[in-house]
């Protein structure tokens, strides 16, 4: 299997983190109803409805091959999330979302925002820049560092948006979506 294919039922299968917890215990063997409730503390109602929604997302399947008691293992779908770490994969889009923003604020914001003077200026904010000017002279600060530090926050935030799109890149180019 090269990549996931999801769908609504398979999102829902996804959506708790006891249906997680079962997924990976049965990454690890085969399980009854029993065997899982004890092992993940829950009820046995619960374990099978967590089951039963597991098993309409197409990750876990019903062994039932003549025994006396039916085992749950894990799909080809369920043991591909497994052996691809699924917690990385959902912790990482959302991580590659916010490191986009943190780009786009130091790009837009400390950058661009350094250039941009207001419309209308009260006496107030004209004497404070003129002020903050004179303050940056008494102290030797050039206008050589502050456009060296604006060009730094251009730098981080296009590389911050780059990572951002290579982590969205690889968490994406593993799942396809199929509406059913």
């Given at each position: 299997m090269t990549g996931l294919e999801v769908n609504k039922k398979f999102?829902?299968?996804?959506?708790?983190r006891s249906r997680i917890s079962i997924l990976k215990a049965l990454g690890n063997k085969n399980y009854t109803v029993t065997e899982l409730s004890k092992s993940l503390k829950l009820s046995k109602s619960t374990v099978h409805e967590h089951l039963s929604i597991l098993v309409d997302g197409e990750l876990v399947k019903k062994n039932e091959d003549g025994r006396k008691w039916v085992?749950?293992?894990?799909?080809e779908k369920g043991?591909?999330?497994?052996?691809?770490d699924l917690e990385k994969m959902i912790i990482l889009f959302p991580m590659s979302v916010i490191v986009f923003l943190s780009g786009l604020y130091s790009i837009l914001f400390l950058k661009l925002g350094s250039r941009m003077v207001p419309r209308e200026?009260?006496?107030?904010?004209?004497?404070?820049?003129?002020?903050?000017?004179?303050?940056?002279?008494?102290f030797g600060i050039s206008e050589?560092?502050?456009t060296v530090g604006s060009d730094l926050n251009l730098l981080i935030g296009a590389g911050l948006i780059l990572i951002s799109l290579l982590i969205a890149y690889h968490v994406i180019s593993k799942i396809t979506y199929k509406s059913n």
């Open positions: 999102l829902k299968a996804l959506s708790s085992y749950y293992g894990l799909t043991q591909y999330l497994i052996m691809n200026l009260n006496v107030y904010s004209a004497s404070a820049l003129k002020s903050a000017e004179s303050d940056a002279v008494a050589t560092a502050t």
